[in-house]
DNA sequence: GCAAGGTC
């Protein structure tokens, strides 16, 4: 029989696929490391015996080169080209141990890490590790995109190869950071330190990611500096009138359709024509259904954008409950892009494990009946991950893992219901007579018919507005009808929920690491945080600001606080991977222009200093 | 004392 070794990115993913291959008839060995187990089962689809384990994520590690190691033993500029060493850090050593002694053992390596570059390029690592001890090994990939059975056995029956050119672009990536990171890191904290020796002591870092972060940051800030509020007028239109049924009036208000308009006089010259036949009349009545839809499946970014938002907690505090309830078995992975549900995806169990909830239990009993409807399907799909959803019911949980827990379910349950269904009423209404002097106004109600998804996802609300009794034709005279002044407000400091949009959608960070580059900008006191009311905003300091706006006049294209050269370089991975570039290319072309970056970088440092002491 | 990306 070929013995067939299987290694995953993961300890989860290394037992769940031992579940589903195995048939659930497999043994158990401890290694080195405590957190990986090696499980061996026969496999008799392909005549095989399995021995499956698994990594923790990437096995190696790069710095310099002993003679560039040290902070003051070269020009910061010299690591743009110096060599670079590639070791196992110590807390890897078990692994690799383990890897080593099971290799020797075996025919084939199959590779089962995260189908993305990142797991081409830790599979890369596996197998280096793994032909130390058996250059002869066979080196197969396994391709699956959920762990799911079917998929899992189609994985182990018809392997592929391991696709260098991803493995490459992130050992690019991986390359150029380094380089950037340290040669800037050396270059700030050298001349900050020497130019502030009482104000700065600590470490000023650079990274690709943690500065576009910041930039985000002080971008705001400025916006809500330079702010000048405008005046502006509109027209408002009210009808007071008896109630009906019980005793008491209704007020029902008409929104101007025209808006917001910046010239007095112009807005005044309307008010007077429609003020010279006041008399309003209904033109049309429009009632018809409305939903409110439920919302999309959870992935990551999402998981922190909205518990920032609704559980005022940071979101790298999310995230790490999140990796703790998952350690725990009541979650499923925290880190995922993923917000659409295979059709194969086993609803009912998950569902039933929250009945017992006093709080949504009986929710969750209905979507075991005909409450329940397939989520809705999102546009993402990272291929290795489901949604975030809740594995185990968790009754035990206080504070904010509780509240964490109870978000993630809510939502889980909220995607597998109907949307809320209402009933809208608009209506249309003329003022000023019929010629050129007539302006058009609206009033709208809204009746919820059907709660549904907003019974267990208490976050959102939907509120009914009572609806005004009219008919087409109906005619009457406004009760108030005036010309009133209203100011533009200015924009908002950012919250972190902001910063982790921003982020996504310029592309900076993954999924996993957004919320650590947040916690890297205040750590380093690039940026505060400042409370005001309940909600937490964030503040550029003084260093912030002036590192921001010195890079900033080196242009636009090339201002290391903007978002364009990490897309530079995440577009340059994708050619990479496509074969339309190669690894070198990748990097000589990315080091010179950075090198030119340098140059102007150091030149602005007069700039930075002048910021910095105001 | 430098990065970002995995993961514990």
């Not at 576009?212 to 500096?225: C, D, H, I, K, M």
Request: hydrophobic share 35%; glycine share 6%; charged share 25%.
């Amino acid at each position: 029989m070929v013995r067939v070794l299987c290694v995953a990115e993961k300890p989860s993913i290394s037992k769940a696929i031992t579940g589903i291959l195995s048939g659930g008839q497999f043994t158990t060995r401890n290694t080195g490391s405590n957190f990986i187990k090696n499980y061996d089962f026969d496999y008799p689809r392909t005549n095989a015996r399995f021995t499956v384990t698994c990594v923790a994520g990437h096995l190696t590690e790069r710095r310099f080169d002993d003679a560039h190691n040290k902070w003051h033993s070269c020009d910061p500029f010299a690591l743009f080209e110096a060599p670079i060493v590639t070791t196992i850090p110590n807390d890897k050593k078990a692994i690799e141990t383990n890897l080593r002694s099971e290799a020797r053992n075996a025919q084939t390596l199959m590779i089962w890490t995260d189908c993305d570059r990142e797991g081409e390029h830790i599979g890369m690592e596996i197998v280096q590790v793994c032909r130390r001890s058996n250059p002869q090994i066979v080196v197969k990939r396994a391709r699956f995109s959920a762990i799911i059975a079917a998929q899992i056995h189609n994985a182990a029956q018809n392997p592929v190869e391991l696709d260098r050119a991803q493995a490459d672009a992130v050992e690019a990536r991986t390359i150029l950071d380094l380089r950037l990171g340290a040669a800037f890191s050396r270059l700030q904290t050298f001349n900050l330190q020497a130019r502030f020796p009482q104000q700065i002591q600590e470490l000023v870092s650079y990274g690709p990611c943690q500065f576009p972060t910041l930039g985000f940051v002080v971008a705001r800030y400025e916006q809500v500096q330079a702010f000048v509020p405008e005046p502006f007028w509109y027209i408002y239109m009210s009808l007071t009138r008896p109630l009906s049924s019980d005793e008491g009036d209704e007020v029902v208000e008409f929104t101007w359709k025209r808006g917001n308009i910046f010239e007095h006089g112009v807005a005044f010259v309307i008010y007077e024509g429609v003020m010279r036949d006041p008399l309003a009349r209904v033109t049309k009545v429009t009632r018809k259904e409305t939903k409110k839809w439920c919302p999309l499946p959870l992935t990551t970014v999402e998981l922190q954008k909205s518990g920032n938002r609704l559980l005022r907690l940071a979101p790298k505090k999310i995230l790490d409950i999140a990796e703790k309830l998952y350690q725990e078995g009541f979650l499923s992975y925290p880190r995922t892009e993923t917000d659409q549900f295979d059709p194969q995806f086993d609803f009912q169990s998950l569902i039933a494990k929250q009945t017992a909830d006093p709080a949504w239990g009986a929710f969750a009993t209905r979507l075991q009946g005909d409450g329940f409807q397939a989520p809705r399907k999102g546009k993402n799909n990272d291929n290795a991950h489901p949604p975030i959803h809740p594995t185990a019911y968790a009754g035990q949980l206080v504070g904010d893992e509780k509240r964490v827990y109870e978000f993630i379910t809510r939502r889980f349950l909220a995607c597998c219901s109907k949307d809320a269904e209402g009933w809208m009423t608009i209506i249309d209404v003329v003022a000023g007579g019929e010629d050129l002097n007539s302006q058009c106004f609206v009033s709208l109600g809204l009746v919820v018919l059907e709660r549904n998804y907003l019974e267990v996802y208490t976050y959102d609300k939907w509120t009914g507005k009572t609806v005004p009794e009219f008919e087409e034709g109906d005619e009457f005279m406004p009760t108030v009808c005036e010309l009133k002044e209203g100011r533009t407000t200015s924009p908002s400091l950012l919250t972190e929920a902001d910063l982790v949009g921003l982020m996504d959608k310029n592309g900076i960070g993954t999924d996993a690491t957004i919320a650590q580059h947040i916690q890297t900008i205040i750590d380093r006191k690039y940026v505060m945080a400042r409370n005001e009311g309940a909600t937490k905003y964030l503040v550029p300091s003084t260093l912030g600001i002036g590192l921001v706006e010195g890079y900033n006049k080196i242009g636009f294209e090339r201002s290391l606080s903007k978002p364009q050269l990490r897309r530079e370089t995440e577009r340059m991975m994708v050619q990479v991977c496509q074969g339309q570039r190669t690894k070198g290319e990748m990097l000589a072309e990315s080091i010179e222009k950075y090198q030119d970056v340098y140059v102007r970088a150091r030149g602005q440092f007069n700039q930075i200093y002048e910021v910095c002491s105001s």
